[in-house]
């Protein structure tokens, strides 16, 4: 069987564009349809899939794209660390939640983020 969690860590290590993030949820979003329980993969399917959706409207920088790296990166790195040992039910719903925390908080960072010319 595939596993996803290497790709998708190997995948957050490189540098947030638009051809990774299209990547990022392409390949969330074929474990939740591969896997058992697939509520981990699906909320990352949708966040990626979002972030990717939200700057296809506008340029997305260096800067930002870096940022953003490393504003969602380091909770859904450690879910799928973790994970890779298996985890409780309880574990692994507040690791979800802390991604969840986590884009939520970056979707008001974005919010207020200028336009630029300088694409990533």
């Known amino acids: ?3 996803f969690n ?3 860590r190997a995948l957050l290590r490189k540098e947030f564009s638009a051809s990774n993030l299209a990547a990022l949820a392409r390949l969330a979003h074929d474990a939740a349809v591969s896997v058992d329980r697939p509520l981990a993969y699906f909320l990352l399917w949708q966040i990626f899939l979002t972030v990717d959706n939200e700057w296809h409207e506008r340029p997305l920088t260096v ?7 490393e504003h969602l990166a380091p909770s859904i790195d450690s879910y799928l660390a973790a994970a890779r040992g298996g985890l409780s039910p309880e574990t692994e719903i507040e690791h979800l939640n802390e991604i969840s925390r986590q884009f939520l908080s970056w979707l008001e960072i974005q919010r207020h983020l200028p336009w630029h010319s300088k694409l990533a």
């Open 1 to 3: 069987m595939r596993y």
């Open 6 to 8: 290497n790709e998708l």
């Open 63 to 69: 800067d930002v794209a870096e940022r953003m790296r």
